[in-house]
C-alpha cells in the first residue's frame, strides 16, 4: 500500500504537499480559514507564501528523517483539503493524524476515506501500534470520523491544548493493531 497518489473517489486524490506547493497552500488557507481556524493552529500562522513554504518545509524535513508528513486532498485536480500525521514516531510505533476539508468538498465521504487510508498504511505497511485522532469535544464532525474509523475514545485531556486564548479539552481516540476498523 502506497500513500503517494492514492486515488480515493474518482475525482478525488491524496497527494503529497511539499514546499513547492507553498503558494497555492497559501491561497487554499487564505479561502478557507475561517472554516479552519476555529480547529487548527496553522490556520493562523500560515498567511502568506513564505510562512506556508515554511509549514510545508518542516513536515517535508520530517519525513526524511521518517516522521511526520502531509498531504493534499485533491477534487477535480483543486486543492481543497489534506492530511498529516503530526507525529509519526516509529521507535515508538505511535503516530497521530489529521485531516480537513474545505466546505465545498464536505459531504462526500473524503476525510473519513483519507483517514482510514492513513491508518491502515501506519498500521499494516508501516507496523505501527498506535494510531491517534485528537480532537477537541467540541468538533462533532471529527469525532463522528473517529467513531466512523471504529477508534476507542480512550479519555479526555482536561485543558490540555491552549489555543485562541483558551485552554481547551482534548480528546483522544486510538485504534491499535488489534482494533477492527
Known sequence: MTL??????????????EPWQAEEFAAYVDRVRPHLAPWLPWAHSVVDADSARR???????????DGGR???????????GGAL????????????MGVWLSPEAQGKGLVTRTARHLADWALNTREMHRVEW???????RSIAVAKRLGMRHEGTLREAF???????DLQIWTLLPTTPH
Open 162 to 168: 491552549p489555543f485562541n486564548g483558551t485552554r481547551q
Open 85 to 96: 500525521f503530526r507525529v509519526f514516531d516509529t521507535p515508538s510505533g505511535i503516530c497521530e
Open 134 to 140: 485528537r480532537v477537541t469535544p467540541s468538533n462533532t
Open 70 to 80: 502531509i498531504f493534499g486532498i485533491r477534487v477535480d485536480g483543486r486543492l481543497e
Open 4 to 17: 503517494i497518489g492514492h486515488d480515493l473517489t474518482d475525482s478525488a486524490r491524496l497527494c503529497p504537499l
Open 55 to 65: 509549514f510545508l518545509q518542516r513536515y517535508a524535513d520530517s519525513q526524511a528523517q
